[in-house]
């Protein structure tokens, strides 16, 4: 079933919100009385929570202890949750637990105790006085009677209720406890009492060390049966509910679908709400087992924001807890694994072939690549309406295509002037030609794309692609050199080589500024081309050191 979501309340005493939501008609009289336990979130994104307590009445009313906005939103939701399940629970009636289930709730009871006595610890006397009245309720557990497990229950009663914890905490996490379960937890209890105890002992004695208890109980999940109007119940939903709050590329859409797409098929579920900090540590040391690199930076990255933007809404998608908050996957770079530039040889061997290419991708990007160091993205999607004069020099404005063809960001954006090699060798007339329209695809007139999806890749992506096909083709097959990208690194080597200033070689070549300041800064045409002019392409197409710097007149 799924339940109507409430939404926070306001409090006339109080800038505190609360949650407040009327007891369904069919459970009013059933439920009245008993008492409800909601764990929330200490934090917005924490696994760490506290319990709120009350009394059902005609509705469940409780605090949330904040003001907030986004952190009212996640407790709300978390609670809103709990109380789902908790009336879905009583729908259903008492159920048998497992053996793992009983285990879980004296996890539950083990931080019930803990938890709010942790910062504050009980005296030496009172914490004597929790030991023997644990003693004696492992004692009358041991008769194995009724009465027995009634005196074990009244023996802790000065500081622990446990009625309130097994119809409170239980059946908000969507579990009504059977009559054969609640005996299960009674005679499991008595351990779970005594290792709280021993835990406060070494608290009062000044020992914080960490705690390795509460690891070995199993964790206790809300039931998914009950789930918020709206909220997430498969991954496709946590994908979706991201992907509309704003445009993204679809290159990351389909590269993101598919990372979730490999985590779903290793959890072997396709309920988000399930997963849990556990799955998300056995998940990244597969990853690493299957030596992966850098899976900080996109497997974890990818399911961190998609689970970051579930907790700032949770609200609408019922998930408070992020499982892949601070989980990392230390690896370092090992050596003969880092990316490199080509080689003179290998330079020579592209730029020859591809002049003698005819298809235009072939016969123009590897030298446009070569005289600016631009990613191969940047101009497979040009536009001939790109190729643009500034101060009476030839160039091309590296910014987003007519056709939704997108920049890396911001810094990205640039205008760089052509190489007069380039221009020599007629690519301003194959512009002139080709008109208006993209330069590298849409067939012999040009056309735009036309995705018919938001995850449609850009046909330029294809340009790309059948390039560094291309140029392995050639026998350029090291690993280490990136059939499009190792021209960048070419580049910025050569530049170096020649003089140019680093702060330069980055507006060459669309790099953020090392710093602030540096974002203040913008280059000149004119001293862009002065600089990129000293790479001698000639020489380099014929695999020879670069001769004497070009003497360039610029036009200012």
């Not at 105790?113 to 004692?139: F, Q, Y």
């Not at 087992?289 to 990255?301: E, K, T, Y």
């Not at 081309?529 to 001769?547: H, N, R, V």
Request: hydrophobic fraction near 40%; glycine fraction near 8%.
């Amino acid at each position: 079933m799924v339940f109507r979501m409430a939404r926070p309340a306001k409090r006339n005493n109080s800038a505190n919100a609360q949650f407040r939501q009327r007891v369904p008609t069919d459970l009013a009289e059933k439920l009245r009385g008993q008492v409800f336990v909601a764990r929330l979130p200490v934090e917005l994104g924490s696994s760490e929570t506290f319990t709120v307590q009350t009394k059902i009445g005609d509705t469940v009313v409780f605090s949330l202890r904040t003001a907030q906005t986004t952190l009212r939103n996640a407790r709300h939701a978390a609670a809103q949750q709990q109380v789902n399940a908790f009336f879905e629970a009583a729908r259903r009636g008492p159920e048998d637990l497992t053996f793992k289930q009983i285990n879980a709730l004296c996890g539950e009871l083990y931080r019930h105790i803990v938890g709010p006595r942790e910062e504050n610890p009980p005296t030496a006397v009172e914490l004597e006085l929790m030991a023997s009245d644990a003693l004696e309720a492992r004692h009358n557990i041991d008769h194995g009677s009724e009465a027995g497990r009634q005196r074990a229950i009244a023996a802790v009663s000065k500081w622990l209720d446990l009625d309130a914890f097994i119809s409170g905490t239980a059946t908000s996490l969507g579990i009504a406890l059977s009559e054969r379960s609640r005996v299960d937890f009674l005679e499991a209890m008595p351990d779970t009492l005594a290792e709280a105890v021993r835990v406060l002992h070494l608290r009062r004695g000044s020992n914080y060390a960490p705690d390795p208890a509460p690891a070995r109980y199993a964790p206790l999940a809300v039931s998914p049966k009950a789930s918020v109007e709206g909220g997430v119940r498969t991954f496709d939903d946590l994908f979706d509910k991201w992907k509309s709050i704003g445009t993204h590329a679809p290159a990351t859409l389909t590269r993101w679908r598919g990372i979730l797409k490999r985590f779903k098929a290793f959890v072997g579920h396709d309920d988000p709400r399930r997963v849990t900090r556990a799955d998300a540590l056995r998940w990244k040391d597969d990853l690493v087992g299957a030596g992966l690199q850098r899976i900080d930076m996109s497997f974890l990255a990818t399911m961190r924001r998609l689970y970051g933007y579930s907790v700032e809404n949770a609200e609408t998608t019922g998930i408070t807890e992020n499982p892949f908050d601070k989980v990392k996957a230390k690896q370092k770079v090992q050596a003969g694994t880092g990316r490199l530039p080509f080689s003179r040889e290998e330079v020579a061997t592209i730029l020859t072939a591809a002049r003698a290419e005819k298809a235009a991708y072939l016969r123009w990007i590897p030298w446009l690549q070569a005289a600016s160091g631009a990613r191969v993205a940047e101009l497979a999607q040009l536009w001939g309406s790109m190729v643009v004069t500034v101060d009476g020099l030839p160039c091309i404005n590296i910014t987003p295509a007519p056709d939704g063809g997108r920049i890396k960001n911001d810094t990205s954006e640039r205008t760089i002037p052509i190489h007069p090699t380039i221009i020599e060798d007629g690519f301003l007339d194959f512009v002139k030609a080709r008109g208006s329209g993209p330069l590298f695809y849409g067939g012999t007139k040009a056309k735009p794309a036309a995705p018919n999806s938001d995850e449609q890749k850009h046909p330029s992506k294809g340009v790309s692609n059948r390039l560094a096909g291309w140029v392995r083709g050639l026998g350029i097959a090291d690993p280490r050199k990136a059939p499009n990208h190792a021209w960048r690194r070419w580049v910025k080597t050569e530049l170096g080589r020649t003089g140019c200033s680093d702060r330069l070689a980055d507006a060459i070549q669309g790099h953020a500024a090392a710093n602030e300041g540096g974002r203040y800064y913008h280059a000149s045409v004119g001293d862009m081309l002065s600089a990129i002019s000293k790479i001698d392409l000639e020489a380099a197409a014929q695999g020879t050191t670069s001769g004497p710097a070009m003497s360039v007149a610029v036009d200012r």
